[in-house]
């Protein structure tokens, strides 16, 4: 397994294609998202510019999980999209805050991914690899929108996750905001012993 993250601008063409591609088989073939930025086979959308961070999972080559990370300084999914999820609280506008977005983890050779975002070990090892990026850019917490089934992994996962947000109806899809602290209970569940390092 190869773990990778970088700005846009620091990828090779070749590699964001490969990661637009893979968002496309993940979330438009398999998920079935009505995404109307997607087309010739492949999941762009207004928030990923060069600046936006790209997390990738790969195994001998082919992409197997991946996020992305925004500052929230910038536009984002959550301030952009769904607004409306935070209800009465502030969107956050913060260096020291991160979206998380796009999460998954498919490996899409393999025919029992079919239907799912993602599975537990993907999981982790992508937010791990998020969590460390967004800790070497001095980052204090993630917030993100998922399908609610997100909250029963980020439980077995035991990092210090929280609700942001109820659980709404959007776009066809029951979601809900939730940040993630990347305190010490987050980088102990993820064997994340400092900024720049993986436990074994």
Same mark, same amino acid.
């Given at each position: 397994?190869?773990?990778?993250?970088?700005?846009?601008?620091?990828?090779?063409?070749?590699?964001?294609?490969?990661?637009?591609?893979? #968002?496309? $088989?993940? &979330?438009?073939?398999?998920?079935?998202?009505?995404?109307?930025?997607?087309?010739?086979? /492949? @999941?762009? +959308?207004?928030?990923?510019?060069?600046?936006?961070?790209?997390?990738?999972?790969?195994?001998?080559?082919?992409?197997?999980?991946?996020?992305?990370?925004?500052?929230?300084?910038?536009?984002?999914?959550?301030?952009?999209?769904?607004?409306?999820?935070?209800?009465?609280?502030?969107?956050?506008?913060?260096?020291?805050?991160?979206?998380?977005?796009?999460?998954?983890?498919?490996?899409?050779?393999?025919?029992?991914?079919?239907? #799912?975002? $993602?599975? &537990?070990?993907?999981?982790?090892?992508?937010?791990?690899?998020?969590?460390?990026?967004? /800790? @070497?850019? +001095?980052?204090?917490?993630?917030?993100?929108?998922?399908?609610?089934?997100?909250?029963?992994?980020?439980?077995?996962?035991?990092?210090?996750?929280?609700?942001?947000?109820?659980?709404?109806?959007?776009?066809?899809?029951?979601?809900?905001?939730?940040?993630?602290?990347?305190?010490?209970?987050?980088?102990?569940?993820?064997?994340?012993?400092?900024?720049?390092?993986?436990?074994?």
């Amino acid at each position: 397994m190869n773990t990778m993250y970088a700005k846009a601008s620091q990828l090779k063409l070749v590699d964001l294609n490969q990661i637009f591609s893979y #968002r496309y $088989a993940v &979330f438009v073939e398999r998920l079935k998202w009505t995404l109307p930025d997607a087309g010739a086979g /492949l @999941e762009v +959308d207004q928030f990923d510019r060069d600046s936006t961070y790209h997390v990738c999972i790969r195994d001998a080559g082919a992409t197997v999980g991946y996020s992305r990370l925004i500052p929230t300084t910038e536009t984002y999914l959550l301030s952009e999209v769904f607004p409306e999820l935070m209800d009465a609280a502030i969107i956050p506008r913060s260096s020291a805050v991160w979206e998380l977005s796009r999460f998954c983890s498919v490996d899409l050779r393999s025919p029992n991914g079919h239907g #799912r975002q $993602a599975d &537990f070990w993907g999981c982790q090892a992508v937010l791990r690899a998020a969590v460390q990026c967004a /800790l @070497e850019h +001095d980052v204090k917490r993630l917030i993100a929108v998922s399908a609610v089934a997100m909250e029963r992994i980020l439980s077995r996962l035991g990092v210090n996750a929280s609700r942001a947000s109820p659980t709404m109806q959007l776009h066809g899809h029951s979601v809900f905001a939730f940040w993630i602290e990347l305190d010490d209970v987050t980088k102990n569940a993820l064997g994340i012993t400092f900024p720049g390092a993986v436990a074994a």
